[in-house]
Nanobody, 126 residues
Framework: EVQLVESGGGLVQAGGSLRLSCATS????????IGWLRQAPGKEREGVSC????????YYADSVKGRFTISSDNAKNTVDLQMNSLKPEDTAVYYC???????????????????WGQGTQVTVSS
């Protein structure tokens, strides 16, 4: 059984930092890309970042480049998202998700992802 469990969300002031963590089980990082996607109220879900251990590829949405960093720990089967210089527009429910692939070439889109976590709320106050 595949499980993805997010943690680390919360309330932070603009300019602050949060670190999200995704604990996975039932998948292997060798053949799965892991991504973080978010959905703000009234908006569509969007890909934020993706990482693939198979080919070392990663993806960042333009809106988070230079502020967010994705990393994976293959030994612990976890994927973290370090979020710095947070802005109110980063407020959303953040989801960890995975799909079977050797790269993150399609990781910006929602449709490739097969397995999803329950989501964690990130709220950035101004």
């Amino acid at each position: 059984e595949v499980q993805l469990v997010e943690s680390g969300g919360g309330l932070v002031q603009a300019g602050g930092s949060l670190r999200l963590s995704c604990a996975t089980s039932g998948i292997t990082f060798d053949d799965h890309a892991i991504g973080w996607l978010r959905q703000a109220p009234g908006k569509e879900r969007e890909g934020v970042s993706c990482i693939s251990s198979s080919d070392g590829s990663s993806y960042y949405a333009d809106s988070v480049k230079g502020r967010f960093t994705i990393s994976s720990d293959n030994a612990k089967n976890t994927v973290d998202l370090q979020m710095n210089s947070l802005k109110p527009e980063d407020t959303a429910v953040y989801y960890c998700a995975s799909f079977e692939a050797a790269s993150c070439s399609s990781g910006s889109r929602e449709d490739p992802y097969d397995y999803w976590g329950q989501g964690t709320q990130v709220t950035v106050s101004s």
